[in-house]
């Protein structure tokens, strides 16, 4: 065992909130023993970190299971979307505070995430904390230069999303939206971010990641995050790039009518 780690074993002393298959119904059903071991808070979490459990151990440690049990945000519900909490996935804690972000959002820009991709939950569990961490390294990009000089990216506090989607539809809380995300330059001040886990340049996202990604724009709606005004994007409308795929950049004009592109975007405009 490391050194900072402590081995704790409990029996059942509360109810896990779990049943995160896309059903509208958040199943409470008790469980049988939790294990796991106090670790590093900036440490990520093998399984899911268990706030209920931090004041057993030392400041500046928290719980964390060996194998995850998946609480929700309980944001969405109410509209039969149960969000998979950042604790839950082992989310490190971010490297610095996030500065808030406002309600009543103007943008809801979607993104894809090339080179992470799952099509069940125990994998996307994985692909969460494997993007989290690409997102807070600092690194020089392979094969990327500016008239010889290698690219350095230097990392982002957190991960850079509000939300996550998998290839399960499965809808995890990245950054969550009362923090500013690191997404869409000149946007991060204005708007959710979404990311649906795999390439779609020439495939198209599942039909359970593309119903989660509607239902979650109608749900932060209804919670207020976004204005009833919002106008969605894709990441190409912002900036330069490929993303969120061209198949898939084809088929939101329909998905998000009358939103898409209510607002025209700036790179539009000559
Ligand atoms: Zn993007």
């Known amino acids: 065992m490391d050194g900072f780690s402590t081995q704790l074993k409990w029996t059942c002393i509360f109810l896990l909130y779990g049943s995160l298959a896309g059903d509208s119904n958040v199943a409470v059903k008790p469980c049988n023993g939790v294990s796991g071991t106090c670790q590093n808070e900036n440490t990520q979490c093998k399984g899911s970190y268990l706030q209920q459990f931090d004041d ?9 299971t060996n194998i995850h049990q998946i609480q929700s945000t309980k944001e ?3 509209k039969g979307l149960p969000i998979v909490k950042r604790d839950s996935w082992g989310a490190r804690t971010s490297l610095k505070t996030l500065n808030d972000l406002d309600s009543d959002l103007s943008f809801f820009v979607i993104h894809h995430a090339d080179g992470y991709s799952c099509s069940d939950q125990k994998t996307c ?9 690409d997102h807070q390294s600092k690194r020089k990009e392979k094969g990327k230069s500016y008239f010889g000089v290698p690219i350095s990216f230097s990392g982002f506090d957190d991960i850079g ?13 990245g950054r969550g ?21 795999g390439n779609f340049t020439a495939t198209l996202p599942s039909n359970d990641a593309a119903t989660s990604l509607k239902n979650l724009h109608v749900c932060l709606q209804s919670i207020n995050v976004l204005s ?23 088929t ?6 009358p939103f898409w592109h209510s607002i025209e975007p700036e790179m539009w405009k000559g």
């Open 56 to 64: 057993k151990c030392p400041d500046n440690e928290r719980f964390c």
């Open 76 to 78: 969405c519900d109410t």
């Open 125 to 133: 569990l994985q692909r969460m904390k494997e993007v989290q961490k």
């Open 161 to 173: 999303y509000q939300y996550v989607i998998g290839g399960d539809g499965t809808v995890f809380e």
């Open 177 to 197: 939206w009362k923090y500013q995300g690191a997404h869409s330059p000149g946007y991060n001040t204005k708007s959710i971010g979404v990311c649906l886990l």
């Open 228 to 250: 009833p005004n919002n106008s969605v994007y894709g990441h190409r409308d912002i900036r330069q790039t490929e993303c969120p795929g061209t198949e898939f950049y084809k």
């Open 252 to 257: 939101l004009k329909t998905q998000f009518a």
